[in-house]
């Protein structure tokens, strides 16, 4: 059995694997996007939750070219808090036996189990102008998901937010960049690449990979 986990592009997939199992782990866009802006792939909720919108648009179209017995949907916020039962409907899914030594992962990797409290952590962690910038966005997308809205008003989106999100949104990605790698590192990947000197590019990749994998689990 040969699995991968894709969080964009995987239309690509159906054409290397036509007989794959997809199985479509659908979270709600407002954690999301928070879990964007904390990975530094997003520096505000207004730009965190295009990923997801990218990524459910693209799964939509993509699941009408499957056949039923090719594909699932997943809901994280079950698989967080009933995790024998879904992890079971998954197993039925692409044909094998459920065991539950399946969660014995958390005794020897640093990852850990499933925990309830991880669940809508937006509604705690977030200000109310923050759910605001994403559901003026996702408001139809998550109601059409079965999402409930928090009741705030919604934003009206106008040039003048978008241009002052996108900036914002690269400033803090650039802070992020640099708290993480440093900022003689941070400059350096900057002018390797626009230089296209591409030993030294190489070099800095090399540095940037290390950094990256003290945070990962």
């Known amino acids: 059995m040969v699995g991968a986990t894709v969080h964009h592009k995987f239309h690509h997939l159906i054409k290397i694997w036509p007989k794959a199992k997809f199985i479509h782990i659908l979270r709600d866009g407002r954690d999301v996007a928070r879990s964007n802006i904390m ?3 997003a520096g505000n909720m ?10 459910e648009r693209l799964w939509q179209k993509l699941s009408t070219q499957l056949a039923p017995e090719q594909h699932i949907t997943i ?3 079950e698989l967080i808090q009933n995790p024998e039962k879904v992890l079971t409907q ?8 459920f065991d539950k030594a399946m969660f014995d992962y958390a005794q020897h990797t640093t990852y850990s189990l499933p925990d309830p409290k991880i669940v809508e952590r937006w509604r705690k962690q977030l200000t109310n102008y923050e759910i605001q910038l994403a559901e003026s966005k996702i408001a139809t997308l998550l109601t059409e998901r079965g999402y409930p809205l928090s009741g705030l008003p919604l934003l009206k989106i ?3 937010l978008r241009w ?18 440093s900022l003689g590192l941070y400059l350096q990947e900057v002018l390797s690449r626009r230089l296209h000197l591409k030993s030294w590019q190489k070099r800095v990749k090399l540095r940037i990979s290390a950094c990256e994998r003290q945070y990962l689990k």
């Open 39 to 41: 990975m530094g792939w």
């Open 46 to 55: 207004f730009t965190g939750v295009e990923l997801w919108i990218i990524a």
């Open 75 to 77: 809901r994280y916020e």
């Open 90 to 97: 998954i197993c039925d899914f692409i044909g094998v036996a």
């Open 158 to 160: 106008t040039a003048w």
């Open 164 to 181: 002052r999100m996108y900036i914002q949104n690269r400033w803090r990605k650039r802070l992020f960049r640099i708290r993480r790698y």
